[in-house]
């Protein structure tokens, strides 16, 4: 891999991987909308990624600490993920749902499958975790015959019209009128909430924002079990279940968007929400599911799909057999290679040697996570807790000079959010401290 080079199919058209031409090309050529989510003011080009580790179009080795925006759970290019969809391609690469094909129904089963027992489940198949969203608050909403939805304050849902009107970050909100019937209760944050540490307070701000911000008739609440691009904000014991009661109460439906959390990466459960004593009604899940192939997924309580009944509703690649190809051999290869425990393992020591270099780093403010969902929260002052946002970016710029892949995230831009993919090992750490340790020091 070298810069300048070209590439090309013996039947297809030339692919320019000179720096400077994939850049302008795509200035040219990506609309707004498109260009802005760029991280880095180099940017940063990727030619070829194995298991967790990244090559960009120099040949310069990474670690991914991000996962492609936690895409990619078994890891880059696993053969056996390949291998299935190779195959589906070879033989019927698209099979609209119209028509009938067993590959997406042989899935829908073994994911359904992975949910809480004695309950009824069903799966209806998307493109993307923000699709899914979309569908499950139109889901909670025919179901319920209500309208009002409750979401988290820092929660983030998508950037689609109806995710983005549940989402409570700033800057991924644009500038038009949101999709109506949506309050924001404040997320539990037990390091920068507003009511500090605690469960009670705030249940008790989720039943002032029932009060008075809906009309006491619920469609439902979305949670996610650890918020992600909010910061990774677990959600402490006793909160989740605590909302359920209360939504559930006012004849609302429990939604957990597993989008980030869920297929294993906390480690103790394959579902985040599984170590919250609450089975939801309606749960969300993309990224991790298809390792990269686009694939999104509502699984629901089979009553409350029912509602939709004879409602036309569909996605046009949803139930795409190649890509529900990947999706049974990523839950495969999970088993095969013990990625959850892995997950457990690897973030666990992950955590303890982030939690040492917090003693090191003064800017350093909040270790926090589970599993392989870990962040760092950087702060100018540890008593003010003020967000370090400049000293951030600067951090995060040295990462990708000590050969790690890692984003900035939260309402603040001040939180360095590690979602490697879950094959992550021991051996990788200690590249990885030393990385972050050199970072920190520039900070």
């Given at each position: ?47 070829k990624g194995v298991g967790q580790y990244l090559w960009d179009e120099t040949g310069a080795k990474y670690i991914d600490l991000l996962g492609m925006n936690v895409c990619i759970s078994v890891g880059h290019a696993h053969p056996r993920v390949n291998a299935a969809a190779r195959a589906q391609a070879d033989e019927l690469p698209h099979c609209t749902t119209m028509f009938f094909h067993p590959v997406p129904a042989h ?337």
């Amino acid at each position: 891999m070298q810069d300048g080079s070209m590439s090309m199919d013996q039947s297809g058209p030339v692919t320019d991987w000179s720096t400077d031409a994939i850049v302008e090309r795509r200035e040219a050529f990506y609309a707004a909308s498109q260009r802005a989510f760029v991280p880095y003011k180099t940017p940063l080009i990727f030619r070829k990624g194995v298991g967790q580790y990244l090559w960009d179009e120099t040949g310069a080795k990474y670690i991914d600490l991000l996962g492609m925006n936690v895409c990619i759970s078994v890891g880059h290019a696993h053969p056996r993920v390949n291998a299935a969809a190779r195959a589906q391609a070879d033989e019927l690469p698209h099979c609209t749902t119209m028509f009938f094909h067993p590959v997406p129904a042989h899935f829908c089963e073994e994911l359904a499958a992975t949910m809480p027992t004695g309950h009824d489940w069903v799966v209806h198949l998307t493109n993307s975790g923000a699709e899914a969203v979309d569908l499950a608050l139109l889901m909670a909403r025919s179901h319920t015959r209500n309208t009002d939805v409750i979401a988290l304050q820092t929660g983030y849902h998508g950037a689609t019209f109806g995710a983005q009107s549940v989402t409570g970050i700033s800057g991924f909100r644009h500038n038009v009128v949101q999709l109506p019937g949506v309050a924001f209760a404040p997320e539990p944050n037990q390091y920068r909430g507003q009511f500090g540490a605690g469960v009670q307070p705030y249940l008790d701000a989720l039943d002032t924002t029932i009060h008075r911000e809906t009309c006491g008739a619920l469609a439902g609440m979305i949670i996610e079990p650890v918020q992600g691009y909010g910061g990774i904000v677990p959600m402490p014991q006793g909160y989740i279940k605590g909302a359920a009661e209360r939504v559930r109460a006012a004849g609302g439906l429990l939604i957990i968007d597993e989008v980030q959390s869920g297929f294993g990466r906390t480690g103790d459960a394959f579902w985040a929400f599984e170590d919250h004593d609450v089975v939801p009604d309606i749960v969300v899940m993309a990224k991790g599911i298809g390792n990269g192939y686009p694939l999104g997924a509502v699984v629901v309580k089979r009553a409350i799909a029912e509602a939709m009944d004879g409602k036309f509703l569909f996605h046009t690649y949803g139930a795409n057999p190649m890509s529900c190809a990947a999706g049974r051999a990523v839950l495969d290869v999970m088993k095969e290679e013990k990625l959850q425990d892995n997950a457990r393992d690897v973030g666990g020591e992950l955590l303890q040697r982030l939690r040492k270099l917090q003693q090191k780093h003064d800017i350093i403010g909040d270790v926090r996570g589970k599993g392989l969902m870990l962040a760092i929260e950087l702060v100018k002052d540890r008593a003010t807790r003020e967000p370090a946002t400049d000293e951030t970016a600067r951090v995060f710029d040295e990462t990708r000079a000590q050969g790690l892949v890692v984003s900035k995230s939260g309402p603040h831009r001040s939180v360095l959010r590690l979602v490697p993919p879950l094959c992550l090992s021991m051996a990788d750490l200690d590249q990885v401290e030393a990385g972050f340790d050199a970072a920190l020091a520039k900070a």
